[in-house]
């Protein structure tokens, strides 16, 4: 990991490599007090600066300064004014070709450097995976430095050794003004892991009874701790060696198999299993670089390292020798903390409701005693049960822990017959000491470790939390402390204690559905019963809770008839905002694209509901408008009609009156009009009417 390298370096002091390591540690606490921290050799730290992977991303703290270059030139303009110019080809193989035409570009302007530059490619083993035997007659002789002439890369590696031997090259043209180094570095562990995550990461997720090993295992894979890696580096620029070409690898010759067998006893189940290499390709998280590199097989010891350079090794004897620290840096770098909470409450409160909820989001273990001691017992007839091993499975491990499963066998038939005969005494109940002893071992499995657990109402007495989480010490050590001590691997970080009356949680039990309390304690008489119990052990002034309290653990205590819900969730959502944020991986990439599918569903089918509600609704509002047009043409039709019989009405009497005294005198003038047919119609039939009218005389 690049960034571990530099925070290395930018608390590293100039020159410090020079002096012995009495010295260097005097002078590293002089300077590190120092307000101000100088560029010049002797007189200060490194300081870091350099371009992002990601230019979104924010500055590291140990960073003097980034640069978000736009340009081959800008970012040449920002080597020039370096001193010290590091790349890294191990990670990313798209970083090749940008070192090299920074170190080609950096050679053409030696003529104008003010001061000396050194530059450093860190490169990878894998360019001398196909080397020949030193002595093809022992091949348990390792590789050393002074052999990298003769290197063979591996075919996928090609870019990786022709980059090598051009900044070699490079680099002999003016020595005194630009000198270059590679660093053939073992596979990286140490805070991320590397390589190695891959198998840190199963282990962690305790998804599988055992981790694999690909191929037979045997092939020998070097290595070094990513801060013993960033020390070589430090003394390339302090020391500026003769020798151009250092192999950078921890002591440690260990094989594939023996380091993944470690990393599954001290993260994982324990157990390893061998596949066939061609299933490693099924793998979405391995890449081809990543197999290319697991199943390597070489032989290496860096002799330039141990005699001419001065290094503070953080892990010189390698990984499986310093397996603890390694895990703990792991964990610590990846916020993978585990966390342990502990629910406290009267029955029928809801304790193993919430339990599931808090599990579910924080992907913890759900610890219920009944749950607990079935295991337990069913694990033990296992062991009992003689059965063939697994030679696929096991392999050469099973040779080495067939006298150890001989014992487990023993100490399983000792232990069943003990809980057998506690059963038979305590009317089928197991009595106090095998419940705790079976809880305690249930919280140092490795899963409980890896993510933590949620303890679903035990325990239930102040004696049962004392026996579970004090440590094994004498009584008189404990008494002379005002702080119990506790075995903090176990021990709950967060104690929720959910309350209620009992009236109220009478009324919650008599209101349940009778399928749900069938078969359980929540039957009326043995309820009652549990609810005594409970408030007698939780009266006293030894307590549970006080037993937390005394541990500084303080309960948080929530009313469960304020948060009156019968799906918990607002009792779930105080819990969460108490407890914080998941330690864990968050969502694999699986179960994003499961969560993006679910809601990519959920909006098709409300679009769905949606278009479908629109169209109800245009729907009704046509028929309501056709049917409003029909009452309205209807409406329109019987004005119409009652209009027209009150026009008939009014036009009868004025009908009658011209048929009686108008029309007879109109119809004869317009007769005798057409008979004699004047010149003027108009003017004779107003003249016939006004002589033949009724009224003249």
Not at 639 to 653: D, G, Y
Not at 672 to 689: H, K, M, Q
Request: charged content about 30%; aromatic content about 8%.
């Amino acid at each position: 990991c690049v960034s571990c390298i530099l925070q290395y370096l930018s608390r590293c002091v100039v020159g410090a490599s020079l002096e012995s390591t009495e010295e260097e540690e005097e002078e590293e606490d002089e300077n590190n007090s120092a307000a101000e921290v100088s560029s010049r050799p002797k007189e200060g730290v490194y300081q870091v600066v350099g371009t992002l992977s990601k230019p979104e991303s924010t500055k590291p703290c140990f960073a003097e300064e980034t640069y978000a270059v736009s340009s081959r030139k800008e970012l040449l303009s920002h080597l020039l004014e370096c001193e010290i110019v590091v790349y890294n080809i191990t990670e990313d193989a798209n970083q090749i070709e940008e070192a090299t035409w920074a170190a080609s570009a950096l050679h053409m302007e030696i003529e104008h450097f003010a001061t000396p530059k050194l530059f450093i490619l860190i490169s990878t083993i894998m360019s001398w995976a196909k080397s020949k035997l030193p002595d093809p007659e022992d091949p348990e002789i390792p590789f050393t430095d002074e052999d990298y002439r003769r290197r063979k890369s591996h075919p996928n590696f090609m870019d990786h050794i022709n980059a090598e031997k051009l900044i070699l090259k490079l680099g002999k043209t003016n020595k005194h003004k630009f000198s270059t180094y590679v660093v053939a570095s073992g596979h990286q562990y140490g805070a991320g892991e590397g390589v190695l995550h891959y198998f840190f990461k199963i282990g962690w997720l305790s998804e599988t009874p055992a981790i694999p090993v690909f191929g037979d295992g045997n092939n020998f894979i070097p290595t070094i701790h990513v801060l013993d890696l960033a020390a070589v580096l430090q003394n390339i620029a302090d020391h500026r060696p003769r020798f151009h070409y250092i192999l950078a690898v921890d002591v440690s010759m260990h094989t594939l198999q023996e380091l993944i067998k470690c990393i599954s006893k001290n993260v994982g189940p324990g157990k390893i299993e061998k596949i066939p290499k061609e299933n490693a390709f099924l793998s979405k998280e391995l890449t081809q670089m990543h197999l290319d590199m697991l199943l390597v097989n070489l032989r290496m010891e860096s002799m330039f390292l141990k005699e001419s350079f001065n290094i503070k090794w953080v892990a010189q004897a390698g990984l499986v020798e310093n397996i603890e620290q390694i895990v703990k840096e792991y964990k610590q770098s990846r916020g993978l903390l585990p966390l342990k909470v502990c629910i406290h409450g009267p029955p029928g409160v809801g304790k193993s409701t919430i339990a599931e909820e808090l599990c579910k989001h924080y992907k913890l273990h759900h610890i219920k005693i009944n749950d607990v001691i079935s295991e337990t017992i069913a694990n033990l007839e296992k062991i009992v049960v003689p059965k063939e091993l697994d030679s696929d499975s096991v392999g050469e491990e099973g040779e080495d822990d067939e006298e150890e499963e001989g014992q487990n066998v023993e100490a399983a038939h000792e232990l069943l017959a003990r809980i057998k005969e506690s059963m038979e005494q305590n009317a089928g109940r197991l009595d106090d000491q095998h419940i705790v002893k079976f809880v305690k071992d249930k919280l140092k499995s490795m899963p409980c470790r890896n993510q933590g657990y949620v303890l679903d109402g035990f325990p239930e007495t102040y004696d049962q939390a004392k026996d579970l989480f004090n440590c094994n010490e004498d009584e008189e050590e404990e008494i002379k402390g005002k702080i119990p001590k506790c075995d903090k691997l176990i021990t709950p970080e967060f104690v929720i204690s959910l309350t209620a009356s009992d009236e109220f949680l009478i009324n919650r039990i008599i209101n349940l559905p009778e399928r749900i309390v069938a078969g359980t304690h929540y039957t009326q008489d043995r309820f009652l019963q549990s609810l005594n119990l409970f408030r007698e052990f939780n009266t006293d002034d030894k307590t549970v809770l006080n037993y937390f309290d005394e541990l500084e653990i303080h309960p948080q205590f929530i009313d469960v008839a304020k948060f009156e819900d019968p799906e918990n969730r607002f009792i779930v959502k105080e819990i969460i905002k108490e407890i914080g944020e998941p330690r864990n991986y968050g969502l694999t990439d699986e179960e994003k694209e499961n969560m993006e599918r679910k809601a990519a569903e959920e909006r098709l089918v409300k679009e769905a509901q949606e278009k479908a509600e629109r169209e109800r609704r245009e729907t009704e509002e046509r028929a309501e408008r056709m049917a409003n047009w029909e009452e309205w043409n209807r409406h329109l039709e019987e004005v119409k009609r009652q209009e027209q019989e009150l026009l008939e009405a009014q036009s009868i009497p004025l009908r009658n009156y011209l048929m009686k005294n108008v029309m007879p005198t109109l119809m004869q003038g317009i007769n005798e009009c057409c008979t004699i047919r004047p010149d003027d119609p108009v003017d004779f039939l107003a003249e016939y009417l006004f002589k033949n009218s009724p009224d003249i005389e």
